[in-house]
């Protein structure tokens, strides 16, 4: 009985935690302490127009040239929809990324995540599509939070379209298997970037055994980066990592040398970043 007790405990506060992400509008006005973190948490050089095309929403940059962009599709967390990360979405897409997302609120198997990029494509090459040749087919990366990141990850796991990958505080594979949820990283050979927070809930969901656990399970010749978000809570990791989640974006998608410089080396901006703490990296 008290198996059954904890599944429903920790059900529920995964779900609680999910439901309520508190992005608002105004989240990246912060001022952060580390200039390139700083950098990519403001706002990007481009306007944000949004389609909702096929059931699907996109995001995309206003830009006077119409070449392929990079893309990033986007795995919701539990009870969610795309519009629940609306600002996390147009931050990523005032960078220069092409943003997808969909209404799916149990992506954890990431299925509805392939049929949202199958559609985007398909409107890649219909002339009176907003999206016509603006996706670059050969810079493609996957995002999740939450039951979202277990989506990323079975998504970059099962499709060589995806280049590089970002989890945020995703599951632990005890309490994922409770919850009926799978995933491996085994055979993930796009950088990956594990992200979690120090806050009660998340070392409960994501606790750092976890994420170094997954780490490991990563094939030696895989770039890998991790660390935690001190005092910031499951919800939360989302957004408050969104500065360095679009650095890696854009250092893998965008080849941007100051995304790089914040990451991709032991001497990167986030080691000595008062805000993150447990880094560690293999690139």
Known sequence: MWKIGECLLRWGTLAYCSVFPAVSRSYNSKTYPCPIEQKYHESGPYQVIVHSIDGIYVFVPDSAHNVPLPTVVMVNGTGLKALH??????????????????????????????????????????????????????????????????????????????????????????????????????????????VAG????????????????????????????LGRLKGIEHRFVLHEGDAYMTSWLRCFLADDVDAAAALTNNNSEIFNNPRWQDVNTHI
């Open 85 to 194: 990360y609306r600002p996390v979405f147009e931050h990523l897409a005032s960078w220069g990324f092409i943003v997808i997302g969909n209404n799916d609120s149990n992506a954890w198997n990431g299925r509805s995540a392939l049929v949202s990029l199958d559609k985007a494509l398909s409107q890649n090459s219909m002339e009176s599509s907003p999206l016509y040749q603006r996706i670059d087919l050969h810079r493609i990366g996957v995002v999740g939070h939450s039951q979202g990141a277990m989506g990323a990850i079975n998504v970059a796991t099962e499709d060589g379209r995806f280049k590089v990958l970002y989890a945020a505080s995703c599951p632990q594979k005890s309490l994922a298997k409770k919850l009926g949820w799978g995933y491996s990283m085994k055979t993930i050979s796009i950088p990956t970037m594990l």
């Open 198 to 225: 120090t806050g009660w809930i998340d070392r409960h969901i994501s606790p750092l055994e976890s994420l170094l656990h997954l780490a490991e399970e990563l094939p030696d010749t895989t770039p890998m980066l």
